[in-house]
């Protein structure tokens, strides 16, 4: 009897251990221990081995599925939580750049005024790309040095004079928003900003083309900051900020292209003159005129006086 309970007590102690080695030691031991003293009552001895076996498989079995199914649950959860921060994240992007708000024709409209910038940065890379060609290789893909800087000059006075337009109409919106009463009547402070715009534009036509460009950019960030703060201070509808960006970080990486691709220009193609190069040059021929006039004068004089 105290043989039978030792081993049941050892069989219990087993199953209660978490631990899968302190369960195969402590069973193994006491069914050791029970044989090698119920010598005199082999009866005894089946019963208590049976029983340490019979509990001890199923509790490791037991043991090692509960381990590896927590483990399991732990890693998908995981999973499943940073799959559901990465959606959040995507969401919350999309719904940041949306554009659906923006009325359709306002957006075809926009998206159409922005051709032309493209249209020109491509064609000014192109034409950059063949007159390197023509410096470095002899001779061009397309077309030859001469054609394609010819192309290119027609190009610059178009991104430029069409650059200088969108200015002015970006600064004219301001004018209509404070006609129509958008957020109240701002009078003076919102006519200035309407004007800045072309006082900025047009003086950029006598610039030469690079820092033509880059003033022109300069111009439209900062007419973009403008427009924002303006629509999210109920100046301007809440979507003209975002419609803004898009339309400004298309324009603007058109005259980055533009100057990257007059940048790459190999340098034995000669330099544009610039404006105070040209009015040099102007004064120079007046003066030219000036003096053939003198002595045009002089001369009738004399064969008048003969």
């Known amino acids: 009897m105290l043989y039978r309970m030792s081993a049941a007590r050892a069989a219990f102690r087993a199953a209660a251990n978490p631990n899968a080695a302190a369960v195969r030691s402590a069973v193994s031991g006491n069914v050791f221990r029970a044989q090698l003293t119920s010598i005199a009552r ?13 509990v001890h498989k199923p509790v490791t079995t037991a043991l090692v599925r509960y381990s590896s199914n927590k483990a399991q649950v732990t890693h998908e959860d995981e999973d499943v939580d940073m799959m559901a921060g990465v959606k959040n994240d995507v969401k919350v992007i999309k719904e940041t750049f949306t554009l659906d708000e923006v009325p359709k ?11 032309p910038y493209l249209a020109t940065s491509i064609n000014t890379c192109y034409l950059a790309w063949e007159i390197n060609n023509q ?5 061009g893909f397309l077309l030859s040095a001469d054609t394609a800087s010819l192309l ?9 004079g069409y650059g200088a337009v969108i200015l002015s109409f970006l600064g004219a919106i301001h004018w209509g928003l404070e006609w129509a ?20 534009a047009w003086p950029t036509l006598l610039l030469p083309v690079e820092y033509a460009l880059i003033t022109q950019f300069l111009a439209f960030t900062f007419l973009y900051y403008n427009d924002a703060r303006a629509a999210s201070r109920g100046l301007a509808p809440h979507w003209y900020g975002m419609y803004r960006f898009v339309l400004t970080f298309i324009v603007g990486a058109s005259i980055v292209a533009t100057l990257i691709g007059r940048e790459r220009i190999s ?16 004064l120079f021929l007046r003066k030219k005129e000036i003096e053939e006039a003198k002595l045009r004068a002089e001369e009738e004089k004399n064969a008048s006086a003969e």
């Open 42 to 54: 082999p009866s005894l001895r089946t019963p208590a081995s049976k029983l340490a076996l019979a």
């Open 105 to 115: 024709e306002a957006l075809y409209f926009g998206l159409a005024g922005v051709i």
């Open 135 to 139: 410096a470095l290789g002899g001779s």
């Open 152 to 160: 290119l000059h027609l190009t610059e006075p178009i991104q430029v």
């Open 181 to 200: 009463g958008y957020g109240g009547k701002h009078g003076f402070r919102r006519y200035a900003t309407g004007c800045i715009a072309p006082a900025v």
């Open 267 to 282: 340098q034995s193609v000669s330099e544009e003159h610039t404006i105070s190069e040209k009015i040099q040059a102007l």
